[in-house]
């Protein structure tokens, strides 16, 4: 008999494993408290009121706090700390960084005291975060809670920082910002209320990253004190010779003056010159800065900044008065606008006039008329209301001053010559940058014969130079002479203002600084010119004849206070 085939058992299906996700411990947060609390407490001053964060305790009591800097600027000498079991005690400064606004306390002394972990790793975004502190000048320690918005590396004031949406008040600054495991990460700083635009916004705080404060606590323990440059107003005196170049920073704070460092010194022409490095992208916040100058105390001072939200510059004049009065304004054309943008601004003042640069070019004639002949020149942060952020800082680098030098005064007169060249006098010196100012005669009316005179500069050579010119035609052009018989065509326009009747005077001025130019006539600007090609620097002169055919042989052509002020530095 066949065998038969057996019938197979059926299969068992698997029974399916557990593999639900574990759900995470939660945050004893009463727990989290009572760890974090007795390590922060209050800072004040009689000015001021914040909070502060103890770092280390020695086997005496003794201990260091960390503390912003702000809080305790304006009465260093006076501070008072108020611990978590109700006890004051006096402070002492150790050493401050008024750039990273961080400042460390020494306090003596206290059982109670206990220090917190500074952590050594950046909090993750998105993380849970609590801050400590003592808004709105508490007599108890309060606990917020939040995440980690974001961590990023401020360049500018070579610091990180913890954004975070745990709400902080006046009082939080110097408090602590801590992970669920009480490290601190952070240091509570300042928050943005608004944005650039002026709307208000929530849960825009910042702390300063732990990373930052354990790289700086030993120079502060060490006595350090880099206080921000600008705090106060320095002593003016009338020292000789250039100032400069310095840096710093201009700590942005809450008490509506306009944040300044002067170069103590009394000028009224001068050049002075700066790199700012903006202090936030505008989604943040308005900012400005620039120049105060000729200020002479007592509220008598003009202002030049240029501001971010506007995009313009503005010249003010204080003489006297409750308020600056608005003087001049403009387009701030080329003016970089990004968290890491830096901007060149620098001005020449001479007599009643001024000339402002942003970036190598000229963007504003300044009507200086008014208010004191000299005082003391300072950069600026925080002119306009608004534009400051607590916490911040608005850097400047290569702040220097200087006074024109002159190098001509001179008159005379140029013949008219059938040779085919310019006829040129030419002042003494290389300038780069310069004012040349003369006053020409006409030779004959513009009806009875073509005339032109004007100036040549930038001159490394016979034949090598840029010139700038006007002619009987109501116009002005402007070329580039490269050498041989090689001239590079320029621009040219209309000079409305020209007089051109017979005998008449007319006066030209040039202002050249960097690669921009201003051409003047009678007083009033008629072009701005290009000069990023050609020579950097060279010989600075007048003449006539710039047009071939251009002059009637045997006439002449008088000029008068031919004058040159060289703008550039002297060497030391």
Same mark, same amino acid.
């Given at each position: 008999?066949?065998?038969?085939?057996?019938?197979?058992?059926?299969?068992?299906?698997?029974?399916?494993? #557990?593999?639900?996700?574990?759900?995470?411990?939660?945050?004893?947060?009463?727990?989290?408290?009572?760890?974090?609390?007795?390590?922060?407490?209050?800072?004040?001053?009689?000015?001021?009121?914040?909070?502060? +964060?103890?770092?280390?305790?020695?086997?005496?009591?003794?201990?260091?706090?960390?503390?912003?800097?702000?809080?305790?600027?304006?009465?260093?000498?006076?501070?008072?700390?108020?611990?978590?079991?109700?006890?004051?005690?006096?402070?002492?400064?150790?050493?401050?960084?008024?750039?990273?606004?961080?400042?460390?306390?020494? !306090?003596?002394?206290?059982?109670?005291?206990?220090?917190?972990?500074?952590?050594?790793? %950046?909090?993750?975004?998105?993380?849970?975060?609590?801050?400590?502190?003592?808004?709105?000048? &508490?007599?108890?320690?309060?606990?917020? %809670?939040?995440?980690?918005?974001?961590?990023?590396?401020?360049? $500018?004031?070579?610091?990180?920082?913890?954004?975070?949406?745990? $709400?902080?008040?006046?009082?939080? $600054?110097?408090?602590?910002?801590?992970?669920?495991?009480?490290?601190?990460?952070?240091?509570?700083?300042?928050?943005?209320?608004?944005?650039?635009?002026?709307?208000? +916004?929530?849960?825009?705080?910042?702390?300063?990253?732990?990373?930052?404060?354990?790289?700086?606590?030993?120079?502060?323990?060490?006595?350090?004190?880099?206080?921000?440059? =600008?705090?106060?107003?320095?002593?003016?005196?009338?020292?000789?010779?250039?100032?400069?170049?310095?840096?710093?920073?201009?700590?942005?704070?809450?008490?509506?003056?306009?944040?300044?460092? =002067?170069?103590?010194?009394?000028?009224?022409?001068?050049?002075?010159?700066?790199?700012?490095?903006?202090?936030?992208?505008?989604?943040?916040?308005?900012?400005?800065?620039?120049?105060?100058?000729?200020?002479?105390?007592?509220?008598?001072?003009?202002? +030049?900044?240029?501001?971010?939200?506007?995009?313009?510059?503005?010249?003010?004049?204080?003489?006297?008065?409750?308020?600056?009065?608005?003087?001049?304004?403009?387009?701030?054309?080329?003016?970089?606008?990004?968290?890491? =943008?830096?901007?060149?601004?620098?001005?020449?003042?001479?007599?009643?006039?001024?000339?402002?640069?942003? #970036?190598?070019?000229?963007?504003?004639?300044?009507?200086?008329?008014?208010?004191?002949?000299?005082?003391?020149?300072?950069?600026?942060?925080?002119?306009?209301?608004?534009?400051?952020?607590?916490?911040?800082?608005?850097?400047?680098?290569?702040?220097? !001053?200087?006074?024109?030098?002159?190098?001509?005064?001179?008159?005379?007169?140029?013949?008219?010559?059938?040779?085919?060249?310019?006829?040129?006098?030419?002042?003494?010196?290389?300038?780069?940058?310069?004012?040349?100012?003369?006053?020409?005669?006409?030779?004959?009316?513009?009806?009875?014969?073509?005339?032109?005179?004007?100036?040549?500069? %930038?001159? &490394?050579?016979?034949?090598?130079?840029?010139? +700038?010119?006007?002619?009987?035609?109501?116009?002005?052009?402007?070329?580039?002479?490269?050498?041989?018989?090689?001239?590079?065509?320029?621009?040219?326009?209309?000079?409305?203002?020209?007089?051109?009747?017979?005998?008449?005077? #007319?006066?030209?001025?040039?202002?050249?600084?960097?690669?921009?130019?201003?051409?003047?006539?009678?007083?009033?600007?008629?072009?701005?010119?290009?000069?990023?090609?050609?020579?950097?620097?060279?010989?600075? =002169?007048?003449?006539?004849?710039?047009?071939?055919?251009?002059?009637?042989?045997?006439?002449?052509?008088?000029?008068?206070?031919?004058?040159?002020?060289?703008?550039? %530095?002297?060497?030391?």
């Amino acid at each position: 008999m066949p065998t038969p085939t057996p019938t197979p058992a059926p299969t068992a299906d698997p029974t399916p494993e #557990n593999t639900a996700t574990p759900t995470p411990e939660p945050i004893d947060l009463v727990a989290l408290a009572a760890l974090v609390r007795p390590s922060v407490v209050k800072v004040s001053t009689d000015t001021a009121v914040g909070s502060g +964060v103890i770092v280390e305790v020695d086997d005496s009591g003794k201990a260091v706090v960390v503390t912003n800097f702000h809080v305790i600027e304006d009465d260093p000498g006076n501070v008072r700390v108020l611990s978590e079991d109700g006890g004051s005690y006096d402070a002492t400064l150790l050493g401050s960084d008024g750039s990273k606004d961080l400042a460390a306390l020494s !306090v003596c002394c206290s059982e109670s005291f206990q220090a917190v972990e500074l952590s050594e790793t %950046r909090p993750a975004q998105g993380a849970d975060v609590f801050t400590m502190g003592y808004p709105l000048d &508490s007599d108890s320690a309060v606990m917020t %809670r939040g995440i980690v918005s974001s961590v990023n590396f401020e360049a $500018s004031l070579d610091r990180w920082e913890v954004q975070t949406d745990a $709400s902080l008040n006046v009082g939080n $600054s110097g408090g602590a910002l801590f992970t669920a495991d009480g490290d601190v990460v952070g240091i509570t700083a300042f928050v943005i209320p608004e944005s650039g635009t002026g709307v208000p +916004v929530e849960g825009v705080g910042f702390a300063i990253g732990s990373e930052t404060v354990l790289a700086v606590l030993p120079t502060l323990k060490a006595g350090v004190r880099v206080d921000d440059p =600008g705090a106060g107003r320095d002593t003016v005196t009338d020292t000789p010779g250039p100032f400069g170049p310095v840096e710093g920073y201009l700590r942005h704070d809450e008490d509506e003056f306009i944040e300044e460092h =002067g170069a103590g010194l009394l000028r009224g022409d001068f050049v002075v010159a700066a790199e700012f490095h903006n202090p936030y992208p505008a989604v943040i916040s308005g900012w400005d800065y620039g120049f105060l100058f000729r200020d002479a105390g007592q509220n008598n001072y003009h202002a +030049v900044i240029v501001e971010n939200i506007s995009g313009m510059w503005f010249h003010y004049l204080r003489d006297g008065a409750d308020e600056a009065r608005l003087v001049g304004s403009g387009q701030a054309s080329g003016l970089w606008l990004g968290s890491e =943008g830096v901007n060149d601004l620098r001005l020449a003042a001479l007599g009643d006039q001024g000339w402002l640069f942003l #970036n190598g070019r000229a963007i504003g004639t300044l009507d200086l008329s008014g208010g004191a002949a000299e005082g003391n020149i300072s950069v600026i942060t925080g002119f306009h209301d608004g534009n400051e952020v607590t916490g911040r800082s608005t850097r400047f680098r290569e702040f220097s !001053v200087h006074e024109p030098q002159s190098i001509g005064n001179r008159s005379g007169v140029l013949d008219h010559t059938e040779d085919g060249f310019i006829e040129r006098s030419l002042a003494a010196g290389s300038p780069s940058d310069f004012i040349a100012v003369a006053t020409f005669t006409n030779p004959n009316a513009g009806s009875a014969g073509w005339w032109d005179y004007g100036f040549t500069f %930038r001159g &490394s050579g016979p034949d090598s130079y840029h010139g +700038v010119y006007v002619g009987s035609n109501r116009e002005w052009n402007h070329f580039l002479r490269g050498g041989g018989s090689g001239t590079a065509s320029g621009r040219s326009g209309r000079v409305l203002n020209l007089n051109t009747r017979e005998d008449a005077q #007319n006066t030209l001025m040039l202002v050249v600084v960097g690669e921009a130019g201003l051409l003047y006539v009678n007083g009033e600007q008629v072009s701005a010119l290009d000069l990023r090609e050609g020579a950097a620097h060279g010989s600075v =002169g007048i003449g006539s004849g710039f047009f071939e055919g251009g002059r009637l042989p045997g006439q002449q052509t008088y000029y008068s206070d031919f004058r040159v002020w060289s703008l550039d %530095r002297a060497e030391p």
